[in-house]
């Protein structure tokens, strides 16, 4: 050999690299000289030769075709080139992989596991008598991969991986495979260890056989306390065959998962309810990602599952299909510090929930197994499964409800109606009344979430005109700061986030000075319920862009221990959540004050305030505050769950119950789960909520109406349930005469006719011969209050068949009215050439109540919308009668003055220390919402004096109008009297008219 030159490689003379082996190459080859190829093989072929009819003298079981010749290999590019590290291709015949051997490529199939250096009895006939593919004194790397991800050896080099087909481990559970209580694998060193004590079942024979999971059979461990590093890093594949036959929320066959709360880590594959799921955290998703198969699974049938991720693409199979797909995740898997690896169960730190069904074989990959190879091992093994009959897996004694989807229609109109409940309640200044003089702000703020939650548009008139009342001054209570955070963040405006920074700073100002991390109103003692809303405040505000300083968030994590009572220990098998879970849990639940009563409102306060710190920091958040974090939330969990109610507040009963269900929807909503104490909360608390709404719409007081609309339209979540508010009002109709006769609406009626009575039709139909069938109308005529309104001529030439006629018609006046149908039609057998006398065809009368358009009437609110001149001129009101004449002037639509019902000459005088210059002068009535209409008289005509001008104005026809007076020219105004002159009687209280504010403004400059 030439001196300099590296020799190359004997075995693969086309590479131009050494092959790699131990250390990186083969053994140096013996001097000797170069042969040609042809020569080489020859020997190559006898060597062989010999060695196979040695080992077949001592195997007889070795086939005699065995001895045959190899193929010549392949040229082209070896297999290990695709990872930048070329490899020595086998001297031995290149097979294609059989299904279901997990390579999904044309590598040669996997060796057979050793057990002690023999072979597995089941497994010596199937050994291939092919040579080595490694050195002689060069170990094979795959059982080295193996014992380095699920054992302890260090791993090998890339090359071995991509050699083992990155099977990490394979598990057949039948009898064959079970020895000393432990299921040994088919590839990888860990064994599957039977519950201490139980007595596994099997079902089926010979390569038929599984394992039965009745109930109280329990998990089959792995490793209790697996290293992640063992575990697969940035790919992995998952497969099993399974036979489900008790549906529950929480179940997987293959896990090394801790999911608590909105701490996720690791994977699972499983099943939720009757479907298939497979989820995974990486360190770009941060949590699990579960993926839910579009399959239902039939309860006691076979199906094979597998979970796929690539490094960027998360897929879910079911019977070698894919069901879905996602790209949420991406980069390495997240692990806990230290995982437990089971089979058969859903499994973590705190939470077991055993399989009940059977199981008959298990698959880990550190790659993404291609479709085509799941397909193939489907296929391979479907025939095969054997019935399992399980006596002891009925379902729990208590059933599912019905599906949400059930439901829907009735959440969707509840919202929809408890939305047009809030509206007509709106004042025309954009308020609401709930708690408006201790809490100018907060109310209006809260109502306006609950409107944008339940679909009405950030453009709605209503909305606009909060939007404008909230402007006009700051909120002084925490309450009411959260709340105005809340309702700025859900506009979604980029416009608003100077303003959101402004009131954010100034809620974080307003820590309580010695309970760090905590709030009062602002002042006096600190409570949780203050602390909850000032962190939705802060959360929402931090959400919409806006800068919250870290170590607030720490504070607020530190300041709640103070808050949850002494923990306590309940059996899983005594709650009402204890459906495949073992063990004792901890619980605690959150207190209104330190040391104070334990209740369902403050519990859910709590989970939510420490799941909102957590989120607001993300991975900002210190090591040494998650487990305490979590511990804590867990508690909280396990005392909500334990109490579970949606009838009442645990604690309280029927106390703060409609502040107790937004809470529970908080929790829910920030947990991401479905269900709480094994029952479905959301579904729960809305046929409940249902149930309570009253007929206006409304849940009684307007709080109670917004936090129902919140836990209705589901707030906290990032979908709402429902397609929204659609205004399209409510509709009646009457079907019990000839004509059937429809209408919807609120102020503006839609009227149409839905049909005909069919003995009628039949009638119409039955003619003579050589007479034209059929109802043949000539005129409709619509009348409101016994008075035709509207006409429609028709062409009888056309017999009837769906054509309804509708038409609008608009009352000026809300209350109740009357609506009728008559319908003028050829006598049957009547030619339309000819008609002759016509048949006269009426509906019964519709009854009919109308209101104010909630949508209107707010436009026209904004129209006159401005600056009020008195505010802050330190005006005084004096009045005829009657008390709180300041209420006029203190920019407080739901506040007012009223006369005494005897007062003969109702007056109210405005007198101001300095003149103002002013054009226009407003008298709003005293009634100022929809749902106020007719509490007061209504206003008809009033003489006013400014200064020494006299001037008379008439107000609108209803009694919300207000009333612009322009004056002659713009003048300095110092005093201002207005004498009620005519009033008509009201519903309620008969007798009292006044204002709910008087304004002045300078319109033309």
Known sequence: ????????????????????????????????????????????????????????????????????????????????????????????????????????????????????????????????????????????????????????????????????????????????????????????????AVPEGALPVFAGEGKSECLVLAPGFGHLEIDPRIDPERLPAERISLEAWVCVHRPQQWGAMLCAVEDNGSYERGWVLGFNHSQFTFAVATEKGGKLTYLKSKTSFVPGEWYHVAGTYDGAVQRIFVNGRLEAEATDQGGAIAYHDVHQLVAASYRDLNENYPLIGGLYELRLYDRAVPERDLRRRYERVRKLLPAVIIEDARPPARPLPPPLSSLQPAIDAAIDRGADALLRRQHRDGSWSAHIEGYRNGATALMTLALLESGVRADHPSVRQALRFLRRRAPQKTYSMGCQLLALAALDDPKLLPWIQELADELAAWEHPTARGRWGYPTGNEDLSCTQFAALGLWSAARAGAKVPRELWLRVINGLQAHQGEPGEVAWNLGPSAAGRTGKRSIAGFTYRPDSQQTGSMTTAGIGVLTLAEQALGSHLPRRYRRPLEASRQRGIGWLETFYSVERNPGLGGNRYYYYLYGLERAGALLAREELAGRPWYRDGAEVLIGKQEDEGDWGSETHTAFALLFLSRATSAAHTGPGLTGDGRSVSVADADVHLSATGESLMTIWIEGFDADLLAEYAKVEAGATPGLRIVRVEYLADSRIVHTVEVDPKRPWSTERFAFQHRFTQPGKHRLQARVHALAPGSDPAFPGELDELESRSLLVETVVDSREWMETNLELAGENLLEGAGAQATASSGENAGHALDGLAPTHWVCDAKDEDPWLRIDLPRSVRADTLLLAPATSSIATSGDFDALRRANVRINDVDLEVRFPENDLGQAVVELPKPMRVRRIEVHIADHSRGKRNRGQAGFSEVELRLRGG
């Not at 099977?167 to 000393?180: E, Y």
């Open 1 to 192: 050999m030439r001196r300099g030159v590296r020799p190359r490689c004997t075995r693969a003379p086309h590479l131009s690299t050494p092959c790699p082996g131990r250390g990186g190459a083969h053994p140096a080859p013996r001097r000797r000289p170069l042969r040609g190829h042809g020569e080489r093989r020859l020997l190559h072929l006898r060597s062989r030769r010999r060695g196979l009819e040695a080992r077949r003298s001592r195997d007889p079981l070795l086939p005699v075709d065995a001895a045959r010749p190899a193929p010549r290999p392949r040229r082209g590019r070896p297999a290990g080139a695709a990872h930048g590290l070329p490899r020595c291709p086998p001297q031995t015949e290149r097979r294609r992989a059989p299904a279901g051997d997990g390579a999904g490529d044309r590598r040669a199939p996997e060796a057979p596991l050793e057990r002690g250096g023999a072979l597995h009895p089941a497994r010596r006939e199937h050994r291939s008598p092919r040579r080595s593919r490694y050195p002689r004194g060069v170990r094979s790397p795959i059982p080295i991969l193996l014992a380095a991800l699920l054992g302890g050896a260090p791993a090998p080099a890339a090359g071995a991986a991509a050699q083992s087909g990155g099977l990490v481990g394979h598990w057949r559970l039948d009898r064959s495979h079970l020895a000393g209580g432990l299921f040994e694998a088919e590839a990888g060193q860990r064994t599957l």
